[in-house]
C-alpha cells in the first residue's frame, strides 16, 4: 500500500515526531510512506525519513489554490500513483482531498490534531476593534468573515471528499468535522497518538546529565516541552516563574522547543530579572532522557492542545505535570500524575501547585508507567492506523472516488 502524508514540515512537532516513529515501527515492506511537505527548506527529520526508504516530495505555493493543484497533480503523476492521501493540515485538507478525489485517489484521511477555537477568549478574537474607529471595526468584521468562511468551506469539502476521518481527541473532532460526527463511526473516527515507551527505558545519569545542559545539582527543575507559539503560552510561563522564584530561590526552568516567539519570551524572561533560571535548550532529540534526569516537575499551560504528546511523555518519565484544564482529558493516561488548573487563576496559585507538584512522593516504577501507557504505545496506534487503512480500502473497493462526489 503506498501512501502520501501530507504536512507543512517535517521538523521536531508533536505530529512530525508521531509519524516519524509510525515510519520507525510500520511495516516498510508492506506500507510504503512518502510526505508531500509545503516548503523547500530542510527539515529536521528529513534525514531520517530518507533513510527509511520514504521520499519527500515539496509542493509549493499552498496558498494561491490554482498553482497549488498545479503542483499536487504533478507530484501524483511523478511519485505515485497513491493508495491513500493522509493530510495533516487541518482546515486545509479540505482542499487537497478535493484535489486527491478529482484525482481518484481511493483512500483520502483528514486527521485532526488540534482544536484552536478553545483559545479565542484568551486571545481576544471574538473581542472586536474599537467601535468608535469605523475603519478598524469594518476591517475587523471582515477578517472575522473571511476565517468564518474559509472555516466553513474546509470542512463542507472535508464532509464531501474525505473517505475516513481522524481525531486525536474528542475536541479535536468537534473542531474539523460536522457536529454530528461522533453519529458516523464508519466514517468519523477517535484515534488516539502513541508515544514509543522504549526510549523510556535507557538508564539516566542525572548527574551527569544535569552537569552537562548546565543545571546545578540541586535545583528544582521545572520542565516544558513545546513550541514558542502562542498556542503554548509561554508568556503565562514567565509569569509563573516570577513567582515560583520567590518562593523556591532553586528553581531553573528548562524549555525544550523553538519557534517564531522565542525571542519574544525571552526579552520577557529578561525584562523580569529572572534570566539566570532559565535555559533554553533548542530543540532536542534527547527529550525522555531530559525527561527522566533533568526535570522534577512538568509544567504545561497550553492554550489548547489537540491532544498533547508531550503531557504522555511526561507520564511515561514518571513525572508529574501540572497542566491547563483546556487540555485534553484523553492526554490523562495516568490520571494521579497530571494537575489541572484553569487558567483564570493567577500565577501565584500556578506557583504553588507546580510546587506541590514537584515535591510529590518518588516516581512511580517503570513497569507501573509502562502498564499504565500499553494502550497509548506506538505499536498500539500504528496497529489502529494500519487498521483503518485497510478497512478504508476494502470499503473504497466497493464506492469508488468518483461516486463520492456524485
Known amino acids: 500500500m503506498r501512501i502520501l502524508h501530507v504536512l507543512g514540515k517535517l521538523d521536531y512537532g508533536g505530529v512530525e515526531t508521531w509519524l516519524v516513529q509510525v515510519l520507525r515501527h510500520i511495516d516498510r515492506q508492506k506500507y510504503q510512506m512518502d510526505f508531500l511537505v509545503h516548503t523547500t527548506d530542510r527539515g529536521l527529520y528529513d534525514e531520517e525519513v530518507r533513510a527509511l526508504g520514504s521520499r519527500i516530495v515539496p509542493c509549493l505555493s499552498h496558498t494561491h489554490p490554482l498553482q497549488y493543484a498545479f503542483n499536487f497533480r504533478r507530484v501524483l503523476r511523478q511519485y505515485g500513483p497513491y493508495d491513500v492521501v493522509h493530510s495533516h493540515v487541518h482546515h486545509y485538507s479540505g482542499y487537497v482531498l478535493l484535489l486527491a478525489a478529482m484525482a481518484r485517489v481511493p483512500v483520502r ?97 542525572r548527574d551527569s546529565l544535569r552537569r552537562a545542559i548546565g543545571i546545578p545539582r540541586d535545583a528544582l527543575v521545572i520542565g516544558h516541552v513545546g513550541r514558542f507559539v502562542a498556542a503554548k503560552n509561554h508568556a503565562f510561563l514567565a509569569e509563573i516563574a516570577r513567582e515560583l522564584i520567590k518562593l523556591e530561590p532553586k528553581a531553573v526552568f528548562l524549555l525544550v522547543g523553538d519557534g517564531p516567539l522565542r ?144
Open 109 to 205: 484521511i483528514a486527521h485532526s490534531h488540534s482544536a484552536p477555537r478553545s483559545t479565542e477568549a484568551f486571545r481576544g478574537l471574538g473581542r472586536p476593534a474599537d467601535p468608535r474607529n469605523p475603519y478598524r471595526r469594518t476591517m475587523f468584521l471582515r477578517t472575522m468573515f473571511r476565517r468564518t468562511m474559509y472555516r466553513r468551506t474546509m470542512q463542507a469539502m472535508i464532509g464531501l471528499c474525505a473517505t475516513r476521518g481522524l481525531a486525536v481527541s474528542a475536541e479535536a473532532g468537534d473542531h474539523l468535522f460536522s457536529k454530528n460526527w461522533r453519529n458516523y463511526p464508519e466514517q468519523w473516527q477517535l484515534q488516539h497518538l502513541g508515544i514509543d515507551l522504549s526510549r523510556f527505558d535507557i538508564p539516566v545519569d
Open 263 to 406: 525571542s519574544e519570551i525571552e526579552a520577557k524572561v529578561n525584562g523580569y530579572s529572572i534570566e539566570k533560571h532559565f535555559i533554553f535548550a533548542g530543540l532536542r532529540s534527547d527529550v525522555p532522557a531530559l525527561m527522566k534526569g533533568a526535570m522534577d516537575v512538568f509544567l504545561f499551560p497550553s492554550l489548547y492542545e489537540g491532544l498533547g504528546l508531550a503531557l504522555l511523555e511526561a507520564q511515561a518519565a514518571g513525572l508529574t505535570s501540572v497542566v491547563s484544564d483546556i487540555v485534553p482529558g484523553e492526554s490523562d493516561a495516568i490520571p494521579s500524575l497530571v494537575d489541572r488548573l484553569a487558567l483564570g487563576h493567577s500565577a501565584s496559585t500556578w506557583a504553588h501547585a507546580v510546587l506541590a507538584g514537584a515535591r510529590r512522593t518518588p516516581r512511580p516504577h517503570r513497569r507501573q508507567l509502562v502498564e499504565a501507557l500499553a494502550g497509548r504505545s506506538i505499536e498500539s496506534s500504528v496497529s489502529s492506523l494500519v487498521a483503518t487503512y485497510q478497512r478504508t480500502q476494502r470499503t473504497e473497493r466497493c464506492a469508488p472516488a468518483s461516486g463520492r462526489l456524485s
